[in-house]
C-alpha cells in the first residue's frame, strides 16, 4: 500500500479507465464517514463516468441492498462474484459501508486506487455528534 496525493491518485485513475475502459470498480474509499465523502462521491461520479457508492446508495437509493450488508459484516460474502452483485453497477464507492471493507476490497479489486479522506479529529467529532450520531 502507498500513500499518493489527489492529482496523482486522479493521475493514475485515468490510466487506469484507459486500460479497463468505463466499467469495473476501480476506486475504493477507505475515510470515515463526514470526511467529505459525499461532495466526493459528487466528483467521483464525474471523473470516473459511473455511479459511486455512498451510505445514501443504501439508505435512499438501495435499500434492497441491506441484507447483502448483513451478510457482510457477518463475514459470509467472501469471493468476488458475490461482491460483484452489489458493487458491479458501481466506478467506485466512499464512506460506509464500503469503507468497512476496504482491505477485502483491495483483494478483490487489486487493479482499483484507495482513497484515504481524513478530518481534524474535532470538527470530525462535532460534525458525527451534530448529523449521523442523531439518527
Not at 446508495?57 to 460474502?77: D, M, N, R, Y
Not at 458475490?82 to 478483490?108: A, C, I, Q, T
Request: with cysteine; aromatic share 8%.
Amino acid at each position: 500500500t502507498k500513500l499518493i496525493l489527489l492529482d496523482s491518485l486522479l493521475q493514475e485513475i485515468c490510466e487506469l479507465k484507459l486500460t479497463m475502459g468505463d466499467n469495473g470498480f476501480i476506486l475504493i474509499g477507505a475515510g470515515l464517514p463526514r470526511t467529505g465523502t459525499m461532495s466526493q462521491r459528487t466528483a467521483l461520479k464525474i471523473l470516473l463516468k459511473g455511479d459511486v457508492y455512498h451510505m445514501q446508495t443504501l439508505g435512499g437509493e438501495h435499500p434492497e441492498h441491506a441484507e447483502f450488508w448483513v451478510q457482510a459484516t457477518e463475514g459470509k460474502i467472501r469471493n468476488k462474484s458475490d461482491w460483484d452483485k452489489v458493487l458491479k453497477n458501481y466506478r467506485g464507492g466512499v464512506d460506509y459501508p464500503v469503507s468497512l471493507f476496504w482491505k477485502e476490497l483491495m483483494e478483490l479489486y487489486p487493479d482499483a486506487k484507495v482513497l484515504l479522506s481524513v478530518r481534524d479529529p474535532v470538527k470530525w467529532y462535532e460534525s458525527v455528534k451534530s448529523s449521523i450520531m442523531r439518527l
